[in-house]
């Protein structure tokens, strides 16, 4: 890694090193708790012990490389300063979203090695999704559209746009609304719904 120009191997190796530490002392301990014979409530209970340690030493790991690759795109991004607002606003997206979604799935997979039946977990977590996506249908399509505004960039903070009445320079754009300050100076919000759907007259780009 050394004689490699990027830092990112470095990184990598670095981040690597405790995890693999955790996770070799916990093998070899195990296969001494077999080699010497120890009573089996004991191996069982380490058995257990043991899932639930790599568990959480591999999901530390997944959540610290994330952070790693998502420091590395973002310094990357800032070589084209064109999109550097959007960047900034998109990538907390994207790294709260990866890590939630690790964590369940690790949660669901550890509890599925110890014996635990997620079947029940996974039917409550689809009724719950579910009942959360009816009640929460406009703040999703906000999301999404912010989302897709951020992928899509029809335009950036600071230009000037115009669409179904509201004429201005684009001063934000958050998760559940993009603010306009319209021609008389009056700020407005536009749901991001509203904007993934509209036809956008980008002025700036003219």
């Known amino acids: 890694a050394e004689k490699t120009k990027t830092k990112f191997d470095d990184l990598l190796l670095e981040l690597l090193n405790g995890p693999i530490k955790i996770i070799a002392f916990l093998i070899f301990l ?16 380490f058995a257990y012990s043991f899932t639930v ?5 591999v999901t530390y790991l997944a959540l610290k490389l994330i952070d790693l690759l998502m420091t590395y795109w973002r310094s990357r991004a800032k070589n084209g300063e064109t999109d550097r607002e959007f960047d900034e606003q998109l990538f907390p997206i994207i790294r709260k979203s990866l890590k939630v979604f690790i964590v369940v799935v690790a949660a669901l997979v550890t509890l599925d090695n110890i014996g635990v039946n997620i079947t029940a977990a996974i039917a409550s977590l689809s009724i719950g999704g579910l ?7 406009d703040t999703l399509a906000n999301l999404f559209g912010a989302v897709a505004i951020f992928m899509d ?3 950036r903070i600071g230009d000037r746009i115009k669409l179904d009445g ?13 603010r306009v300050r319209n021609l008389d100076g009056h700020l407005i919000s536009v749901p991001n719904k509203t904007m993934g759907n509209a036809i956008i007259t980008n002025i700036s780009r003219r």
């Open 53 to 57: 340690i790599v568990a959480i030493t």
């Open 166 to 178: 509201v004429d201005g320079p684009v001063e934000s754009i958050g998760l559940r609304c993009t």
């Open 30 to 45: 195990r296969i001494g708790l077999e080699v010497f014979h120890w009573p089996e409530i004991v191996q069982k209970g």
């Open 153 to 155: 960039k029809p335009f």
């Open 131 to 137: 009942a959360i996506g009816l009640a929460a249908q």
